[in-house]
């Protein structure tokens, strides 16, 4: 049996408590002392795996009653969402955030199978075969934005 690192437990946690619902508030400390870590533990669980790219809105709010809000969505359905994923892709994306959006899409049902194995092929390092890592980021950036834009503007 594969053994899970500390991160991996509190991400399959908190996306468990997201399968009930549409998001989920929690307190940094609260969470850190359920898994008995240093509360900077749960930021690096957030910010690697509830990003924009693979599907999740994060807020925070500091202070004595602070609390961190994380909200799955559908990509594509939410235009304001899309805007801001474009976004955050801005000019350059790696092959890793790349395949992170096109799995989102796929887990939204907004790609069939087929579909996301196409995208995945089509952007990946071997594919693009661009020596220059910057060029590549950047052809595969244009790519996905190309993808989103037609999505949105699909009936």
Request: aromatic share 6%; charged share 25%.
């Amino acid at each position: 049996m594969q053994s899970q690192n500390i991160s991996d437990i509190i991400e399959k946690y908190l996306k468990s408590i997201l399968a009930d619902s549409e998001h989920v508030e929690i307190r940094r400390s609260e969470i850190a002392d359920l898994f008995n870590v240093v509360p900077s533990q749960i930021n690096y669980v957030i910010k690697t795996r509830f990003t924009i790219q693979n599907g999740y809105l994060v807020e925070s709010k500091r202070g004595g009653g602070g609390y961190i809000r994380i909200e799955k969505v559908n990509l594509v359905d939410d235009a304001d969402v899309l805007d801001a994923l474009i976004q955050v892709i801005g000019d350059s994306i790696t092959q890793r955030d790349a395949y992170a959006v096109v799995q989102s899409l796929y887990e939204d049902d907004v790609l069939n199978r087929r579909e996301a194995q196409l995208i995945l092929v089509a952007i990946d390092h071997e594919t693009l075969g661009l020596t220059d890592r910057d060029l590549e980021n950047s052809l595969r950036a244009r790519i996905i934005i190309g993808i989103l834009n037609h999505l949105r503007y699909e009936s």
